[in-house]
């Protein structure tokens, strides 16, 4: 059973910064790709960042140059930087894991998720 727990989240104002972490366990298999995603209030999840398991990283534009996604070693944390944050990035945030070097930030193929970690940023 593959869980992912995400933490970090927090109130903050536009300009500032977090980070945010995500455990994963129970994941069996050598190839893979791990995501964020997040959904504001009304909204549809959306794919903010992923790294494929040999570093290749892809960013939606809105966050390009401001956001940073990596890997823990051992590899079983993911983390998202998130600098000079602005009103628009709030939302609840999410990890994900799928099978395979994916290079897609479509919610829609991706199948496990955590609980989210909220982030509010104020102007």
């Known amino acids: 059973q593959v869980q992912l727990v995400e933490s970090g989240g927090g109130s903050v104002q536009a300009g500032e910064s977090l980070r945010l972490s995500c455990e994963i366990s129970g994941w069996k298999y050598t190839t893979y790709s791990v995501g964020w995603f997040r959904q504001g209030p009304g909204k549809e999840r959306e794919g903010v960042a992923l790294?494929?398991?040999?570093?290749?990283?892809k960013y939606t534009s809105s966050v390009q140059g401001r956001f940073t996604i990596s890997k823990g070693n051992p590899e079983v944390t993911l983390y998202l930087q998130m600098d000079s944050l602005k009103p628009e990035d709030s939302g609840t945030y999410y990890c994900?894991?799928?099978?395979?070097?994916?290079?897609?930030?479509?919610?829609?193929?991706?199948?496990?998720w955590g609980q989210g970690t909220q982030v509010i940023v104020s102007s």
């Open positions: 790294i494929d398991e040999i570093g290749r990283t």
């Open positions: 994900s894991i799928v099978y395979g070097m994916v290079t897609t930030l479509d919610p829609s193929y991706w199948s496990k």
